[in-house]
């Protein structure tokens, strides 16, 4: 987590994501601006907070520009980024988080076993699709009719102009596009069979030439910061916002200024593993509960939509995604190994019902921010329109992601690279 957010703060603190974002969404024509604005939402998860401070304040902007209501490009964004936490066709901050305190679970049962931050990838792009399609059907279908486009005033061409690219910013994205490539290629010749290039394969597993059990595969985070701080500091070059090693040095220091809060949850959810790996009382409950499953006989799918469900509702008295895995971790990912079921499942189980409730969640950390951008605009605006605006999504969300949930078990598709559906694991992939 602290590696990864180091590289993530050099992106963000040049620009680069910011831009992106931004130039992602103006050149969607209008007719699809719903769906861009998802997405971009989804995509924003990379880098955390970007998505809430910057893409939902400027949805209602472009909306509005657009001649649409300023609310509906709130919500289809606040829908992409909070709605649609767990999707994303990039490994973000939070999945080596989530991949560590389920790895610490697992060895309740199995000291070792390994939860890798890539666990659920094909899972998690899969979800981004969905997300974006059911986002953009449930914004004109249900959240259009609240807030018509004749409802809207118009903007000065001045408010119209401000989030567009500067030459700057636009060259900063070519030299970032060039880092980009570079990178891929590197990653793609490193992770060659060896003696199909000179010098290839020096990121497969040095025994066997395996890609799934490799140094390309458990280095993920490494790689994600390298990405990180090689974009960031070729847009910034580009920019203009990274003149010296100083501004790179500041960019790592102001994303780690952030994360007092999480190490203060880290340590506190490290001795609540520990307390529960001491005691056995946590594979004691996972042993009972398991017996107690067992006897009830549910089939794995109604199994996992009542975990889904209690996921939800957790949500919505304990806003911080981290938090609530530290305390069911420890329960239910040794519960469903001694159903087996692999932790990875449980992992993505769990992940699709703390997203859905995120935006009518009252406890999740950016709810307020959302309503002071929501009062821009709606001025008697409150706690309430809030939740009323966002309910469809996360109603069609629960069930449109559990049935891609259910259909992904019933095809036994792993959930990402090397992870399983089952466990123990029957066998290589």
Known sequence: MLV???????????????????????????????PILVFAGVLSNVASEIGYVLLVPLAA???????????????????????????NLLIGTIDPLLSGLS???????????????VANWYFMMASTPLITLLGWWVTERFVAVRFPDNACGTVEPADTASPRLTPAERRGLRFALVATLVFVLVLVWAALPAGTAPGAGFLRDAATGDLLKSPFLSGVVAILFAYGVLAGIAY???????????????GMSRSMSTLGGYLVLVFFAAQFVAVFNWTRLGLLIAVEGAAALKALGLPTFPLFV????????????????????????????PMFMLLGYAPELT??????????????????????????FLQRHEPKAGVGTLVVTMLPYTVVFLVGWTALFGLWVWLDLPIGPGARLVYPPLGPL
């Open 306 to 333: 009542a975990f889904i469900g209690l996921s939800a509702a957790v949500n919505l008295f304990m806003g911080s995604a981290s938090a609530k895995w530290a305390l069911m971790a420890p329960v239910f990912v």
């Open 103 to 117: 790895q610490e679970a697992a060895h309740l049962v199995d000291p070792t076993y390994t939860v890798t931050p």
């Open 61 to 87: 902007l472009i909306f509005q520009a657009a001649g649409r209501h300023p609310v509906l490009g709130m919500a289809a964004a606040f829908a992409g980024v909070s709605g649609g936490y767990s999707a």
């Open 347 to 372: 992992q993505v189980a769990y992940r699709i019902g703390d997203s859905v409730t995120n935006i009518v969640s009252p406890t999740m950390s950016y709810f307020a921010l959302i309503i002071a």
């Open 4 to 34: 990864a957010l180091i590289g993530i703060g050099v992106a963000e603190h040049s620009g680069l994501i910011g831009a992106v974002l931004r130039l992602l969404v103006l050149s969607a024509p209008r007719s699809l601006l719903t």
């Open 236 to 250: 910034g070059i580009g920019a203009g916002t990274v003149r010296n090693d100083a501004d790179v040095i500041q």
